[in-house]
């Protein structure tokens, strides 16, 4: 059985009769009749009564036609779908993303990418910098949005493109003596307990965000860890204490949380994005062109 036999079939019962169905299909007569005939003879019956006028279906008729048409349709769809694909209008995009470039580069980038190619289907997930690299390897994902502080390690198979900089920045509730502060100095922070995250034991980033407190003079106590960033932004804004956020944090500022600068303050976060070496992938090389514009225009 092949698509063309269906196709001639389906123009047959759509048209009531077969010298109809080859005007429409701009072929003569004959052609019809043996495109029917080939597949009659594959499926061993009539798919037509040749014996009334018009014509009608047959009982296997009858069960192969919305078949047919389906198939038919799924067939046009796949042959729509890898032009596109072909020609770079269609595909999967899987980004691995940090949930801190949620406030920076991440939304714009996906926006751009969806307007160009709208028929593309992307995926965002949500991973830790240091489980990205066993994602990329895997093929869960094609791109990862990282943030460090600090060196970071780099992995042989990996390719690694720095995006910006954050600097790093506390985030104070409003309703605090120190929200009428420019800047904070290591000794404002003394008697407020800090809030930490992500709350997980592959993250460094908590363990780093303390270290830098500690070498610019702060004395840090921990008095929450909060699983992700929003949820520390809530237990600031609660007056619960306070955390330390990159600078693109406060672009989304709120009403309840003052960001604020602590002096001595000086290490900040790395933003890149990694691929795995030598993978060929072209909306991600599109998406790549589009992010790293971002990271230029921040």
Sequence with gaps: ???KSLQFFCEVVE???????AQRLHVVPTAVSMQLGHLEAQLGAKVFDRSK???TLTPLGRFIYPKAKALLADAQRLFDE?????SGHFGWLSIGFTRSTIFSVLPDAVRAMKADLPKV???LTEILSEHQAEALRSGLIH???SRTIGPRVEEEDLDYFPLFEDALIAAVPCADALARRKRLTPNDLADMAFISYPKDPDSSFARSTIQALEQAGAKVRVGYEAKEIHTALGLVAAGLGFALVGRSVADH??????FLPVQGLTATAQVYAVRAKG???RLADDFMKVVAAQSVAR
Aim: proline share 3%.
């Design 1 to 3: 059985m092949n698509l």
């Design 15 to 21: 048209s009531r009769s077969a010298n109809l169905a």
């Design 53 to 55: 006028r018009p014509m």
């Design 82 to 86: 890898a032009q596109d694909m072909a």
């Design 121 to 123: 289907r992307i995926d």
């Design 143 to 145: 791109v990862g949005l």
């Design 253 to 258: 500022s709120r009403s309840d949380i003052l």
């Design 279 to 281: 993978i060929s992938h």
